[in-house]
């Protein structure tokens, strides 16, 4: 067998050489070795995004029940006669459990497996959100949502944790870019899945099926996981740190609590005392990593990790994006059904341009982020003011209906979420060594959780001071819209200095890299 190459080279460093390779077989006895090689890695590059697909199952499945509920609300409440604050509690159950176990589950993968831990924490979601369905009272389903959220978790920051570890260059930044689409196309499908099943009401249930649908497609997912997944596990994996796990949990509730329940209650003295007592409580827990960090003992989180400042930055941009962006969902469906008057399964599908643009901006959000390294994000945050420009503007007109401009400006907004979300997971965790690539995912996973609560209460609370209590007019509820997307703006500008700071070819990756990974 002959072999002829020609590799194209410049004045570039070695490192960032094209390198590119003509072929030729002429037969012999090695060709059948190099023809079995060839396939091999094929088929291990295919594998791999299986897998994936896999893997993304449970960031989608997580996103979505933390919003199907929402829309079952007045359904629950009627079937199991709760009171408003039992209903709250369904809510804020998931979400409160969901938040505080995301960086133990993280973790939890890189000490047990990703394939094991995924496949359990699938076991433990699936297994609760049939209990939701069946559950006889409001108690019961309270007690089921915050196992529901926990499982969650456990199963949730498995797919980043994968895509840090099992790729590289460009594939790598497809990857997020998936991963970023299922984070957004959840926030919607729970909301448009939600309405259609309660609007349907399959055999007399009501709103159990937002629950129960998780039963087939997780014994699915479980089946095809024990079969196709591969074992993966950081090595020299570290113990589990129970007393960091302990104290941070604590921490966690302590502050994400009060966002999550103190508004409906009116800010009583409970949610201040909280709130205050959680930044000791995680501060206890950051000199307590530190210290198993000196002792080269195994700290849940490294803190190594917060003295890289792509990291530590892009976790603060992170919780001002995601909590700029929960407050807008919330306040834009507040608009479609008490401004412009739209019924809750039709509000949701008003949303279906948001969804698909976003859908569209993730597909190409890798490639930009390729090329430009940090300036995608400013790319995508700047595609984003214009969205909310726009979409403030068409509120202020107070249209008496569903527009073809505001779907339009939608549009333009899903596009700007979808350039920004994936960069900003890849553009964070680039630099993060493998060791610590399930704390990382689990910190990076649990920033928009506790940002959403943050979000929302505090987004919230000033969109509610413009709407009146009593009486509340079409056009009080587009004042509310047009406030929070004034913040929202605000948020931004804020965001996009901060991008500054992020190390400018943060996200990129040289071709050497991909190379030598592709193969």
């Known amino acids: 067998m002959t072999i002829s190459t020609s590799v194209h080279r410049s004045a570039m460093p070695a490192y960032q050489q094209p390198l590119t390779a003509k072929i030729r077989v002429d ?12 396939m091999k890695t094929e088929r291990a590059i295919a594998g791999r995004w299986l897998s994936l697909t896999l893997f993304l199952i449970g960031p989608l499945l997580g996103v979505i029940d933390f919003f199907i509920a929402n829309i079952g609300i007045p359904s629950i409440r009627s079937s199991l006669h709760t009171s408003f604050s039992e209903i709250e509690l369904v809510i804020a159950g998931y979400g409160l459990t969901y938040a505080v176990c995301l960086i133990t589950g993280g973790r939890l993968g890189d000490i047990f497996g990703r394939k094991r831990t995924f496949i359990v924490g699938m076991a433990g979601f699936t297994l609760a959100s049939a209990l939701c369905g069946l559950a006889p009272s409001a108690w019961w389903l309270i007690g089921f949502r915050l196992m529901q959220g926990c499982t969650a978790a456990v199963m949730f920051p498995q797919a980043m944790s994968f895509i840090q570890i099992s790729f590289a260059g460009s594939a790598k930044r497809l990857a997020f870019s998936l991963y970023g689409a299922m984070i957004g196309f959840g926030s919607i499908v729970g909301q448009v899945l939600g309405g259609f099943l309660i609007h349907l009401n399959l055999f007399g249930l009501g709103w159990r099926p937002i629950f129960l649908i998780n039963l087939p497609i997780g014994v699915v997912t479980i089946v095809c996981a024990i079969f196709l997944l591969r074992e993966e596990r950081s ?9 960091g796990v302990a104290i941070l949990t604590a921490g966690l509730a302590l502050f994400s609590y009060p966002f999550m ?25 950051y000199f307590y990593e530190r210290r198993l960090s000196a002792r080269k003992s195994d ?27 929960a407050s807008m969902i919330l306040t834009l469906s507040l608009y479609l059904q008490f401004s412009l008057l739209l019924d809750p399964m039709h509000a949701g599908f008003a949303l279906v341009p948001f969804s698909f643009a976003f859908l569209l ?40 209906g569903l527009t073809l401009a505001f779907l339009l400006t939608c549009f333009l907004y899903g596009i700007g979420r979808g350039l920004v979300t994936s960069p900003l997971y890849n553009t964070s965790l680039s630099g993060v ?10 910190v990076i996973a649990t920033a928009p959780q506790l940002a959403n609560s943050v979000g929302v209460a505090l987004i919230g609370a000033a969109v509610f001071s413009v709407i009146p209590k009593h009486g509340a007019a079409p056009r009080d509820y587009a004042n509310g819209f047009v406030v929070s997307t004034l913040i929202n703006i605000g948020a931004l500008l804020v965001a996009a200095v901060l991008i500054f700071f992020i190390p400018k070819t943060r996200g990129r990756d040289f071709a050497k890299t991909e190379l030598a990974h592709e193969s």
Request: aromatic residues 12%; negative net charge; glycine residues 16%.
């Open 27 to 38: 037969g012999g006895p090695n060709a059948s070795a190099f023809s079995n090689r060839s």
């Open 433 to 442: 060594p493998e060791q610590y690539a399930g704390g990382a995912s689990g």
């Open 235 to 243: 090595e020299n994996a570290p113990k589990l740190d129970l007393g």
């Open 361 to 400: 901006g993730s597909t190409v959000s890798g490639k930009l982020n390729g090329y430009l390294g940090r300036d995608s994000l400013h790319l995508g945050v700047g595609v984003l003011f214009l969205g909310l420009v726009l979409l403030g503007y068409e509120a202020h007109r107070a249209p008496t």
């Open 299 to 325: 700290p849940l989180l490294e803190p190594a990790l917060f003295e890289d400042r792509g990291f530590l930055v892009g976790l603060l941009v992170t919780c001002i994006y995601f909590g700029g962006h």
């Open 261 to 285: 329940e103190g508004q409906e209650h009116g800010w009583p003295l409970w949610a201040f005392v909280s709130l205050a007592a959680s930044f000791p409580v995680l501060a206890i827990f």
